[in-house]
Structures are given as C-alpha cells and as structure tokens.
C-alpha cells in the first residue's frame, strides 16, 4: 500500500523493482522495448518486475476532496439539476407519479454506473452526456436493483431462520460486500458475477486493506448524504426540501460511484482489469524527472552506482552497434574527460573527432579535440587527411599550437599521403607567423622544395620563401 519511489528520481513514484538489486526505477529510469514487457534492470540487466501500473496513481485516500469535487463539474452538476427539477414536477402520489420517479432513479443510476465504469479506465474527468450513454445498456440499474433485493431477502431469511444475532452479521457482512457487488456489476455488467460470493471475496482479497478504507469511506458518504437532508428538513419548506434532498443524494452517490471508479483503476493490475488512460496524474509528477536522452538513462544510473566499468563498456558496445551515434560518443568522451582517462580518450575521443569532421561538423570536432588534447596532449584524430583538416581549422581559429602538433612528423607516419606538401606549407606559416621561427619555417620549405619537386605547390612554397626572407630581412637592423 506504501507508494514506492524511484531511487535516482525521489519525487517520481516507481513503476518497475529489480529484486537482485533492490532498486526501484520510475519511467523514465527504465522503459520497456515492448509495452509488453518489463524492462531489463538498468543495473544488472535482468528483467525487472512490475510495481503495478497503480503505484504510479495517487491512492484514492490521497484524493478525496477530488471525489468531493467531481459532481460539481458542469456535465454532472447540470444533469443532476435537470432530473432534480423533473422528478419535481413530476412528483406525484399517482401510479403515474411513481412510474417517473422510478425512470428517473433508473436513468440516473445508469449516469452513476457510466461514471464508475469511466472513472476506472482512467477518465478522470466527467465526459459530456450523449443519449447513448444513458440508453445503452439501462439494464444496469435494474441488475444493481435486483442485487438489493437479493441481499434483502437473504437478510430478512437469516433474521427469520436464526434470529438477530446472525442477522446483524449478515447485515454487516452485506454492508461490506456490496460495494465489491457494485463494482463487479459496473466491469462485468453481469448479475450472476456480481452475486457470486467467491467472485467478490477475490475482488476484495485483491484489493486488499484499502477496500476496507474505500467502505469506511463509503459509509461516511451515505451517512453524510442522509444527515445533510435531515439537516435540511428542518430549514426548508416541505416542497423545496424534497428536490433539494433528491439532490444531495444524487451528489453523494455520484461521488461514491466516482470513488468505486478510482478504486479499480487504482488496482486495476491486481484486479485484471485493463485501462485505457494508464498512468493520467502522473504526468505532473514524471514531468520533474531530469531531462536527458532517456536512451542512455541507464548509463547515468550505472554511473551513479558507480559501476564506471560497466557504463563503459555499455557506450563502448552502443557505438559499435551504431558507429554513427554521437549522442553515445559524446557521453563516453564527457566521461573520460571527467575520470581524465587518457588511453580512453586516445582510443575513443580520437575516433570520435575523425567522425565528426566526415559528418562536416568541423566546430564539435574542434571541440572535442581541444578538450581532449588538454589531457590527453598526444591525441591524433584519424588518418592524415583528417589531422591535415583538423589543423587548418585549428589554425583559423587561433589555435596554432595545437595544429602544429597535429601536423608534426605527418610524412613519417603517412608517406603516402598526397597532402603532405599543403600541410607542410601550413607548418611552416605557423612557425614563422606564430611563433617568429624563420629557420625552421625556410626549413620545411627546403625539405618541400627537395623532396617533392615538380608539385603544383612548389610556387606557393617559393613564393612563401621569399615572403619570409623579405620579412626576416626587414626586421633585422642592416648591417
Ligand atoms: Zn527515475
Ligand atoms: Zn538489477
């Protein structure tokens, strides 16, 4: 009966446990693949075991100036005032008179019944009264009298046949049972279940202590509804008190039947019953849960666990199922950087880099290898067309130190790569504009002039040269 609560989101009641490790997880935390299935514990990967959809609903004990309230919504409260105002005019001591009265009782209990059959799939709120809700199926009303009668004349056969002592249990037993009888009526719609004693002791077994609570309550209405009519009796004149008790006891009852509703939805796991409008109210209360992709919620959880391995290896296997998710990629690089995991940045960070310049993301991949080269400073994102990238990029960003590294010994490492004479030409610019080493800038450009002879960038590397040399010479005093 105690509302369970996510352990990584206190405020959010949960839905599914993992008994291995005695965690409980809310939607978000932990979300079936298939709405059929629970839910692979974010932990351990075992399959969870459900909470029951109702610790997710407000207990109706939780709720009860929301019963009070409902009949006062315009649909019910206008039709209530419509049959109150009818069974007025239409009062009389005549055969007649009778007849209304009892149409209108029958018309009104089907309104109750449509709201405690509403109510317990989830509709929390009173739905706009057609004829078809109160025409189809009248014969409710006539089950429900029926079942009173029956219980009447067991009643009465108990008091005959066994005096009173019996009699009052079997009057507190009915008293218990009914509400159990009604409910079953109002899901099954049908008399033999709702009389059926086995069918309504599993129904209260189900239910648990609460059905106990919801008949305490029950009885407080009914007594409640009668003292404010006595009440009334003693105010009004006899004409208006007849149709304003008339109303008082329809407001009652409505709340009673929307109580009955809420009863079973609340336990509509335990009872087998399925809703359509799972989990309603609890969408103010899962809306506090903390953003974030909920595809790697487990990965947070774990790491919050402090099981890092696992939550490694877990993004390691999602990027190699998907090599094209970044959001799994960035996760993995956001925490070697924070464990400052070198070899794990070297491995993955770099990868990642190479993926974001082919996705033509060139500032994330800026990024992630400024991030990661703070840590990692020999960090070498992909091929040498991939660092020869990076580096221009770098370089127009005012980041020369760290395209310079980038570019260091590239014809060792790739001789093969066509780009070494424009990556060359970038070295050089950066020693000589960015750090004043002319000598070594004129020598790259002679390493370039020697070894790649005949190369469209040989006018480049000579016209570069001369810039340098005119420069060099112009800021060094004449002799
Ligand atoms: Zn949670
Ligand atoms: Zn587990």
Excluded at 137 to 149: M, R, W
Excluded at 330 to 359: C, M, P, Q
């Amino acid at each position: 009966m105690e509302k369970v609560f996510c352990k990584y989101h206190p405020s959010t009641p949960a839905r599914w446990q993992c008994q291995p490790c005695r965690v409980d997880f809310c939607t978000s935390c932990a979300s079936p693949d298939k709405a059929s299935e629970a839910p692979a514990c974010p932990l351990c990967g075992q399959a969870t075991t459900s909470l029951g959809a109702g610790n997710l609903i407000r207990p109706f004990w939780q709720r009860i100036p929301r019963f009070f309230l409902f009949p006062a919504h315009p649909v019910p409260l206008l039709f209530m005032l419509a049959l109150t105002v009818l069974s007025t005019l239409l009062a009389s001591g005549s055969l007649m008179g009778l007849l209304f009265m009892l149409a209108i009782s029958v018309v009104f209990y089907k309104y109750a019944f449509v709201i405690l059959e509403d109510t317990a799939q989830g509709y929390l709120k009173p739905r706009p009264i057609t004829g078809s809700v109160i025409t189809d199926e009248l014969e409710l009303p006539f089950k429900q009298l029926l079942l009173i009668i029956v219980l009447g004349v067991l009643n009465y056969q108990v008091l005959v046949n066994f005096g009173g002592g019996p009699f009052v249990l079997m009057a507190l037993f009915s008293v218990v049972i009914f509400p159990a009888a009604i409910m079953v009526l109002a899901v099954e719609h049908s008399f033999f279940k709702a009389v059926n004693p086995l069918m309504l002791l599993v129904t209260i077994k189900r239910i648990g202590p609460s059905y106990f609570i919801m008949c305490f309550f029950l009885v407080l209405l009914l007594s409640g509804g009668a003292i404010a009519s006595d009440l009334l009796l003693n105010v009004l004149p006899q004409s208006l008190w007849f149709a304003s008790s008339n109303f008082i006891s329809m407001y009652f009852i409505l709340i009673m039947y929307n109580m009955m509703g809420y009863v079973i939805y609340q336990y509509h796991e335990q009872l087998g019953h399925s809703v359509t409008e799972e989990y309603l109210e609890t969408e103010t209360l899962s809306s506090k849960t903390a953003p974030g992709d909920p595809r790697f919620r487990h990965i947070d959880i774990l790491l919050q666990e402090g099981k890092t391995d696992e939550a490694e290896q877990r993004l390691i296997q999602a990027i190699e199922e998907n090599p094209g998710e970044f959001d799994a990629r960035e996760k993995l690089h956001r925490f070697y950087i924070a464990t400052k995991n070198r070899d794990g940045l070297l491995r993955h960070s770099a990868d990642y880099v190479a993926r974001l310049l082919h996705s033509n993301k060139p500032s994330e991949a800026m990024r992630v290898y400024l991030e990661a080269s703070h840590i990692a400073p020999k960090i070498k994102p992909g091929g040498a067309r991939e660092r020869h990238e990076l580096a221009e990029l770098l370089k127009s960003n005012g980041q020369s130190r760290a395209a310079l590294s980038l570019l260091n010994n590239l014809h060792k490492e790739f001789p093969a790569y066509e780009g070494i004479p424009g990556a060359y030409l970038l070295v050089a610019r950066i020693m000589f504009e960015y750090f004043g080493e002319e000598h070594k800038a004129l020598q790259v450009l002679d390493f370039l002039k020697k070894k790649f002879p005949g190369h469209p960038l040989q006018q480049d590397v000579e016209e570069y040269r001369q810039v340098i040399e005119r420069m060099a010479g112009a800021s060094q005093p004449s002799a």
